[in-house]
């Protein structure tokens, strides 16, 4: 059973891990931990927004799922510093 098809799913504002593996693939090592908590939300809010694959619109954005994609993102920048 192949899943190539996995990564062509749409995404929304709760896939907070998925939004945060492209953010971090989109950025890189761009932002540290401490950048990433920094960010206004505006900011990701447009970043989020304009990821390929994501279906959301900012009507439906919540702060509570702005922090868990912050708090993923940092996970992410986290295990990729090893």
Not at 18 to 35: K, S, W
Not at 42 to 71: K, M, Y
């Amino acid at each position: 059973m192949a899943f190539d098809h996995i990564d062509n799913l749409p995404i929304t504002w709760t896939d907070h891990e998925d939004v945060a593996m492209r953010l971090f693939e989109r950025f890189g090592g761009e932002f540290t931990e401490g950048r990433i908590y920094r960010i206004r939300f505006t900011e990701l809010i447009d970043w989020v927004l304009e990821l390929p694959g994501f279906v959301g619109t900012r009507e439906e954005c919540s702060e509570n799922n702005l922090e868990q994609i912050q708090a993923k993102w940092v996970y992410e920048w986290r295990d990729n510093q090893k």
